[in-house]
T-cell receptor
Framework: EPEVTQTPSHQVTQMGQEVILRCVPI?????FYWYRQILGQKVEFLVS????????KSEIFDDQFSVERPDGSNFTLKIRSTKLEDSAMYFC?????????????FGPGTRLTVL | SQKIEQNSEALNIQEGKTATLTCNYT??????LQWYRQDPGRGPVFLLL?????KEKRKERLKVTFDTTLKQSLFHITASQPADSATYLC???????????FGKGTTLSVSS
């Protein structure tokens, strides 16, 4: 069964450093998403991406964040200068169509720890 | 902005009983509502989607209802098993249609 994959599973970084989180969405899916979940809190939407551009972003997704689809398979989230409060699980998801009427398939997550 | 309340943070039931989880929303009526399961340290896994014009949806031992008048969805697991123990998340579309807004979840524990 096709699945969303994410690398690395765990990333430790120093405050102020740049990190890139990688995702391979399901191959025939057209919409891609990043969510985050701070420990003990709810899953929060960051950004959605379609047709090589951002469809929607939340207030959390400020200028420190960027997304890219560098090739036909990868989808990345970059945090330019990490802060302590960026420590969280980051989930990539994909769907065949817009999340209206379509389920989203989530990856296993990348645990980001900022020291 | 839309707020989602999943009334119980934790629900403990015995094996074989029916678990009923509640999701209430406060603002606009969403076009659809989804339920996901999340195990510790893992990503959410889709279970069921129900549209605003549907009252009820079933899948094996799972049943979801959607009452737009009450602004509420109920999620039922019948004949519950210890393997059903997990956190169950309710999610709604935002009005722009691409993001999912999640509730905090209800952690279900099924004891044998």
């Amino acid at each position: 069964e096709p699945e969303v994959t994410q690398t690395p599973s765990h990333q430790v970084t120093q405050m102020g450093q740049e990190v890139i989180l990688r995702c391979v969405p399901i191959s025939n899916h057209l919409y891609f998403y990043w969510y985050r979940q701070i420990l003990g809190q709810k899953v929060e939407f960051l950004v959605s991406f379609y047709n090589n551009e951002i469809s929607e972003k939340s207030e959390i997704f400020d200028d420190q964040f960027s997304v890219e689809r560098p090739d036909g398979s990868n989808f990345t989230l970059k945090i330019r200068s990490t802060k302590l409060e960026d420590s969280a699980m980051y989930f990539c998801a994909s769907s065949e169509g817009s999340s209206s009427y379509n389920e989203q398939f989530f990856g296993p997550g990348t645990r980001l720890t900022v020291l | 902005s839309q707020k989602i309340e999943q009334n119980s943070e934790a629900l403990n039931i015995q094996e074989g009983k029916t678990a009923t989880l509640t999701c209430n929303y406060t603002n606009y009526s969403p076009a659809y509502l989804q339920w996901y399961r999340q195990d510790p340290g893992r990503g959410p896994v889709f279970l069921l989607l129900i549209r605003e014009n549907e009252k009820e949806k079933r899948k094996e031992r799972l049943k979801v209802t959607f009452d737009t008048t009450l602004k509420q969805s109920l999620f039922h697991i019948t004949a519950s098993q210890p393997a059903d123990s997990a956190t169950y998340l309710c999610a709604l579309d935002d009005q722009a249609g691409t993001a999912l807004i999640f509730g905090k979840g209800t952690t279900l524990s099924v004891s044998s």
